[in-house]
């Protein structure tokens, strides 16, 4: 007998990469645009600390996030005793891993976008009374909409497929906290290969569509 496919995981994961996304994609403009505009020495140690989440395995980004957010730890317990809300073993749990991991993608291409743009033009504007604020978001942001939108893609493709950290600190609970990855990972635990190829299709699928708009985008920009 065949066996129907469940959607909410594909449903909740998009729920999480969409919260995470928006989240990164703000706090990723802001941190590039004022990170770019430090002293060379000051803006390396902060790239440093801000990417980091790049290269560490997200197990590792799980745990420490435990560490912070578990109900025995300070803010946890602090969410938990006030307003007896649990932050992790939750599906909207898994937004916090799921942000942690993609932010470093979305702050490293609007910093590349934000240094490629040429001064000069904010300059003249300043010299027509224009006030910072105006020149940020009518001629910084859409001058560097390419690479802003290429960034939001990445993040909301790496927030998607995200599986250590979210697995650590939202777990698995079928209708719950299951995603595409963590529901990929239980089939094939119990040998369930036939739904587990189908999860597997399906995120080909999605990744297939993010990097075709990523080229488009690229195509884009160097048209």
């Not at 317990?77 to 942000?99: C, G, K, P, Q």
Request: hydrophobic fraction near 50%; charge should be positive; aromatic fraction near 12%.
């Amino acid at each position: 007998m065949e066996q129907t496919l469940d959607l909410y995981p594909l449903y909740n994961s998009v729920r999480v990469a969409l919260i995470a996304t928006a989240a990164v994609f703000f706090a990723g403009i802001g941190t590039a645009y004022y990170v770019s505009r430090l002293p060379r020495m000051l803006k390396g140690v902060l790239d440093v600390v801000l990417t980091i989440p790049l290269v560490l395995p997200p197990t590792v980004i799980g745990y420490l996030l435990l560490r912070i957010l578990g109900p025995h730890r300070p803010v946890g317990a602090f969410f938990l005793e006030h307003f007896d809300l649990r932050l992790t073993m939750t599906w909207w749990s898994a937004v916090f891993a799921t942000a942690a991991v993609s932010f470093p993608l979305m702050y490293r291409t609007c910093r590349g976008a934000f240094e490629s743009f040429d001064g000069n033009i904010g300059n003249a504007a300043r010299t027509l009374g224009l006030s910072d604020t105006y020149i940020f978001w009518r001629i910084r942001i859409p001058l560097c909409r390419q690479g802003i939108i290429a960034g939001l893609v990445l993040a909301f493709a790496r927030a998607l497929g995200e599986y250590g950290a979210t697995s650590m600190i939202s777990g698995y609970t079928p209708g719950e906290t299951a995603t595409i990855s963590t529901t990929v990972y239980q089939l094939w635990r119990t040998e369930n290969d036939d739904l587990a190829v189908k999860w597997v299709l399906i995120n080909l699928l999605i990744s297939f569509a993010v990097l075709l708009v990523i080229n488009l985008l690229e195509r884009k920009r160097k048209t």
